[in-house]
């Protein structure tokens, strides 16, 4: 067995990540993806060439680690992915570990009970096919030149006023800010993964929270996003007691694929 910990994924890695993802997904009936974000630590089991179990590590600004785990289907209770925690926890020191979990997936749910993890909350996992836009209703009034919100790059400055979304690499995690006016007012992450975008840690101001300015800056977004690619997918996770923000994502045309629980340990 080779145990191996990375912050960087060769290509052949990755590639490894995604087939064991799919057979773990076409074995349990689920949709989960393997994180693959910037400040994350891998842990990959590899008996010769074949990858039996793999565990991401992200630490937050909470001072918690957040991990998911994935383990081939016919090499599970064998103590892979024990081996792999082990070896995550000895790093995590006193920090909080969160596990997320599909919630229908009974074997990760039985490890997590194994593990007498707590369950702290559930959330939703949301897609949108950006083709879906061209008919849809909740941007079909909208108009970007009409609108006092823009949407530019973290790093944005006056000399660079031709960078948009369009020279940002594949692969590749953004940081946005919101401006109205010329003023920020909040800001988004878009992660490009070859078809699928994801789209998190979306923040407006709290002092001008509920007056409609999340919905402008959703639809902004979501305008840049059809204009750059057409086709591909969107995705994002939304609490489940986050009434306001599942409803509008919902008007948007975004529909849940999976329940996510997650677990303090």
């Known amino acids: 067995m080779d145990l191996i910990r990375t912050k960087t994924l ?9 087939k064991l993802c799919a057979d773990c997904n076409q074995h349990d009936k689920t949709k989960l993806s393997f994180p693959i974000e910037d400040q994350t630590v891998y842990f990959l089991l590899y008996d010769e060439d074949v990858l039996l179990s793999a ?7 909470n001072d918690s680690v957040e991990c998911s785990a994935f383990t081939r289907p016919s090499h599970r209770q064998q103590g ?26 009974g074997d990760s749910v039985k490890v997590m009970e194994a593990l007498e993890a707590e369950l702290w909350y559930e959330e939703y996992m949301m897609e949108l096919e950006l083709s879906s836009l061209s008919t849809s209703p909740f941007l079909s009034s909208f108009s970007s030149s009409d609108s006092k919100v823009t949407l530019s790059p973290e790093q ?10 369009n020279n940002k690499s594949e692969n590749k995690n953004s940081k946005y800010i919101f401006k109205r006016n010329g003023i920020p007012v909040g800001s988004c992450q878009l992660s490009f993964r070859d078809s699928q975008i994801y789209f998190y840690h979306f923040e407006i101001l709290p002092e001008l929270r509920g007056k409609g300015l999340g919905t402008e800056c959703f639809k902004l977004m979501l305008f840049k996003l059809y204009e750059l690619r057409k086709n591909g997918t969107v995705l994002l996770q939304v609490s489940s007691d986050n009434m306001a923000a599942m409803a ?14 997650y677990y303090l340990y």
């Open 248 to 261: 509008l994502y919902q008007r948007a045309g975004f529909y849940i694929t999976e329940s996510l629980a």
């Open 55 to 61: 565990l991401s590590a992200f630490s937050d600004e």
């Open 156 to 165: 944005w400055d006056n000399q660079n006023e031709n960078k948009n979304l």
């Open 10 to 18: 060769s290509d052949a890695q990755y590639s490894d990540i995604n």
């Open 80 to 105: 892979y992915f024990s081996s792999l925690l082990q070896e995550m926890e000895e790093e995590a020191d006193e920090k909080d570990i969160i596990f997320t979990v599909d919630a229908s997936c």
